[in-house]
Structure formats: C-alpha cells, structure tokens
C-alpha cells in the first residue's frame, strides 16, 4: 500500500466521500479557503515564530507578537479567495478575533518556561503495523517536555467549540502522533495530550494507556482498508457544508448549470491534454 494516511485524510471520507473523492483522488485544486481556516492559519504561524524565539532565549513582547501578526495578515490576505461564510459577520471580526487568541494564549503562558521545547511544526511518519502497510503522517504543532518528564503533544484550535473531557479521551488526532513519537522516545514514555483552544483561552489534557493505542491501531487500519475498497464516493450533507471548498461541485449543491460548465472544463482540459500527448508521439516518430 503506497499511500500515507493522515487524520485529515481520514476524517475528510469520514465527513464526505464526495469531498474525499475530490480532494484526494481526483485532486481538483481548492481555489478559496473559508475564514477561519485562513484566521486558523496566521495564529499557528504565530505561535510558531514566537516559539522559535523563545528557544533562543528572546522573548518578543506582547505587542511586537501583535504587529508581526497584524503584518502577516496584511501580507497575505485575499480578499477574492478567502470566504466568508457566516452572512453579516464582518472581516474585522476575524482579525480581532485572531489577535484575542494571541493576546489570550501569552498572557496565560508567558515566560513560556512550563516546558522544554523538542519540536515545532514537526512532521512525522510512522506505521500503524509490524509490517509497514499501513503509514501515517501527521504535522505536530509543538512537542514538548513537562516538568514531570512526560512527553506533551500539543495542538492549537482557533474554533469557537470546545469539545467535553468525554470527546477528547476519544480523539484520534493526537493519540495517532503519540503512536509515532513513541517509536522516538519510547514506549514506555509517559505522553500527556494538550488541546490549546486558544479563542476560549482554555487549555485541555487527555491521556492513552497501551490498550486504547492498541484499539487506535486496530480501527484506523479498519478505516484505511475501508477507504481503499471504495469504489464510489457519495455525497454526505453535513453541517460543514458551506465551509466545503467543493460545495460549487458538489451534486447535491450545484445547480444543473454549473455541473455542466464544470463538466464541459474538465472535458476540455482532457482533451487538450490528448492532443498534447499525440502531438509529442508524432515529434517522436519523426526523429
């Protein structure tokens, strides 16, 4: 098996084959990105410099945090691919909104010394059996050492929502990226798993014993067997519909006109792509 899963993978066909089928098989580029996800993007970019400058012993002051991040979001801000969905919520409520997760997150953390720092937005890969096929790969927003010893996989969310203590001693996400850092600090490592959910400035903690890793292990290689015998990918209404990259595309979205356009690119791009191919085959049966 040559393909390497993630959570995003997995949860994208769990939410919507559709969308999975866009997005991962036939690979149909996502020309716009809705707010938050954009918003999402610029606090973890953040927390990421401010932790870069922390390991070298420069703290940067709370304000200096806030120009860097009011400086990124006017350098990459578009305001004709980024989406707002929520009608009559106004762009300057995104950005504030970001700048209250900065301000929220240092002020609760500062000096930033409750732990050592081992990783920042590191990626990593690793299998889910003996074998090797099954993999997965993930991106850990931070990796650090607690006081206490244990290993702490750390995540940040900008969403509104935090889930309960319930929710989180099921998550999939951070208990996988425990699965792949114990092949680097070992086994018998204690890990912790640390939620920052940085709008409601409240930070959340769960731990795995080898029995629910092991259970982890089991579903997630069900779920990739499941994904690879599909053969027709339907589309799910959910209530993160209007936030799909896709929706223009998707059949229970669209209108008849615009499937048809879409329809009528897609052929046109194959074609021109045939051409291209036969015109290279002649050159070579000229040579």
Same mark, same amino acid.
């Given at each position: 098996m040559g393909t390497i899963y993630s959570h995003s993978r997995l949860s994208s066909f769990e939410n919507c084959?559709?969308?999975?089928?866009?997005?991962?098989?036939?690979?149909?580029?996502?020309?716009? +990105?809705?707010?938050?996800?954009?918003?999402?993007?610029?606090?973890?970019?953040?927390?990421? *410099?401010?932790y870069l400058f922390v390991g070298r012993g420069q703290i940067p002051g709370i304000e200096k945090v806030i120009d860097r991040y009011q400086k990124l979001w006017e350098e990459t801000f578009d305001a004709e691919r980024v989406r707002i969905v929520r009608?009559?919520?106004?762009?300057?409520?995104? *950005?504030?909104?970001? +700048?209250?997760?900065?301000?929220?997150?240092?002020? *609760?953390?500062?000096?930033?010394?409750?732990s050592e720092t081992l990783g920042i937005e590191r990626r990593v890969v690793f299998p889910l059996d003996e074998a090797g096929n099954y993999r997965m790969q993930g991106i850990i927003d931070r990796i650090a050492r607690a006081r206490d010893g244990a290993i702490e996989v750390h995540d940040y969310k900008t969403g509104a929502r935090v889930p309960s203590q319930r929710v989180l001693d099921q998550d999939r996400q951070?208990?996988?990226?425990?699965?792949?850092?114990?092949?680097?600090?070992?086994?018998?490592?204690?890990? *912790?798993?640390?939620w920052h959910y940085v709008a409601k400035n409240r930070t959340c903690s769960s731990t795995r014993g080898p029995d629910e890793l092991a259970a982890l292990r089991e579903t997630t290689i069900q779920r990739i067997d499941e994904i690879e015998a599909a053969t027709t990918f339907e589309p799910k209404k959910i209530a993160l519909c209007n936030w799909c990259e896709y929706k223009e595309r998707c059949p229970l979205h669209a209108t008849p006109e615009t499937l048809a356009r879409l329809e009528a690119e897609e052929k046109a791009v194959e074609e021109a792509a045939a051409l291209a191919k036969a015109l290279d085959e002649r050159q070579l049966d000229l040579l």
């Open positions: 084959p559709k969308q999975f089928e866009f997005r991962y098989i036939l690979k149909v580029p996502s020309e716009t +990105e809705g707010i938050e996800a954009f918003v999402g993007k610029r606090v973890h970019e953040i927390l990421e *410099r401010l009608e009559g919520t106004p762009l300057s409520y995104y *950005r504030e909104l970001g +700048e209250s997760c900065l301000r929220g997150y240092y002020l *609760r953390h500062y000096p930033f010394d409750e951070l208990a996988l990226y425990q699965i792949g850092l114990a092949r680097e600090y070992g086994e018998d490592t204690p890990f *912790r798993l640390v």
